[in-house]
């Protein structure tokens, strides 16, 4: 009639899942939770690749450019090609002035003598004159139109900012780089942009130097 009053024993799953509950109380217990304080933003580090700089040109800076270049194109020339160019008018010249001489006084002296200078101008000698007589007028004219230039010159290309508008070249669009006496010249399609020495402190040439020798243009 009367029960024995003992408690009825444990199941094995029961143990188990009493022993699994008491440790995970243990373990969350013993759990470090830890807030980071909120990280701001960090800005892109400059591009320290990139030069500023303002160039108002002379006329003797301009001249010089052209002449050098002028005369760069010259020596590339085959030296057969070379010998030819002076020769050539050379040999004109001393025969118009030959006629002229036998021509005796009257227009038709003038006219050889005419004849002789017109080759004599043709020699490569008389580069530097015509470089003068020609590049002077163009160089006003153009001085007129953008007398300051702005360069921005990095990664990218050059770009130079005028009161005629704005020019920008990737150093794809560079097909070369030269240097003058006077300065740097930037080669591209159907133009060129010179850069005078004077323009550019030592870290900025480096820094320009460096820039043109990356894009293979050194």
């Given at each position: 009639?009367?029960?024995?009053?003992?408690?009825?024993?444990?199941?094995?799953?029961?143990?188990?899942?009493?022993?699994?509950?008491?440790?995970?109380?243990?373990?969350?217990?013993?759990?470090?939770?830890?807030?980071?304080?909120?990280?701001?933003?960090?800005?892109?580090?400059?591009?320290?690749?990139?030069?500023?700089?303002?160039?108002?040109?002379?006329?003797?800076?301009?001249?010089?450019?052209?002449?050098?270049h002028l005369a760069f194109q010259l020596s590339r020339a085959p030296r057969g090609v070379r010998v030819r160019r002076t020769v050539v008018p050379l040999a004109c010249a001393l025969a118009a002035a030959a006629a002229a001489w036998i021509a005796g006084p009257g227009a038709l002296r003038t006219?050889?003598?005419?004849?002789?200078?017109?080759?004599?101008?043709?020699?490569?000698?008389?580069?530097?004159?015509?470089?003068?007589?020609?590049?002077?007028?163009?160089?006003?004219?153009?001085?007129?139109?953008?007398?300051?230039?702005?360069?921005?010159?990095?990664?990218?290309?050059?770009?130079?900012?005028?009161?005629?508008?704005?020019?920008?070249?990737?150093?794809?669009?560079?097909?070369?780089?030269?240097?003058?006496?006077?300065?740097?010249?930037?080669?591209?399609?159907?133009?060129?942009?010179?850069?005078?020495?004077?323009?550019?402190?030592?870290?900025?040439?480096?820094?320009?130097?460096?820039?043109?020798?990356?894009?293979?243009?050194?």
């Amino acid at each position: 009639m009367f029960g024995t009053g003992h408690p009825r024993p444990l199941h094995r799953k029961e143990v188990a899942m009493h022993v699994v509950r008491q440790q995970e109380q243990r373990l969350d217990s013993h759990t470090l939770t830890v807030d980071l304080p909120d990280i701001p933003p960090v800005a892109p580090p400059p591009d320290v690749q990139a030069i500023r700089f303002d160039v108002v040109y002379t006329l003797a800076e301009y001249l010089g450019f052209l002449g050098d270049h002028l005369a760069f194109q010259l020596s590339r020339a085959p030296r057969g090609v070379r010998v030819r160019r002076t020769v050539v008018p050379l040999a004109c010249a001393l025969a118009a002035a030959a006629a002229a001489w036998i021509a005796g006084p009257g227009a038709l002296r003038t006219g050889f003598s005419a004849c002789a200078a017109v080759a004599l101008a043709c020699c490569p000698a008389a580069a530097g004159a015509w470089v003068a007589v020609v590049g002077t007028p163009v160089f006003f004219i153009k001085k007129r139109r953008m007398p300051h230039c702005a360069f921005l010159i990095d990664a990218h290309g050059v770009e130079r900012w005028t009161r005629a508008g704005t020019l920008a070249r990737s150093w794809v669009d560079i097909q070369d780089v030269r240097r003058y006496r006077r300065g740097y010249l930037m080669l591209y399609d159907r133009g060129a942009v010179a850069i005078p020495f004077r323009c550019m402190d030592r870290e900025q040439e480096a820094v320009f130097r460096r820039l043109a020798a990356r894009a293979g243009k050194a």
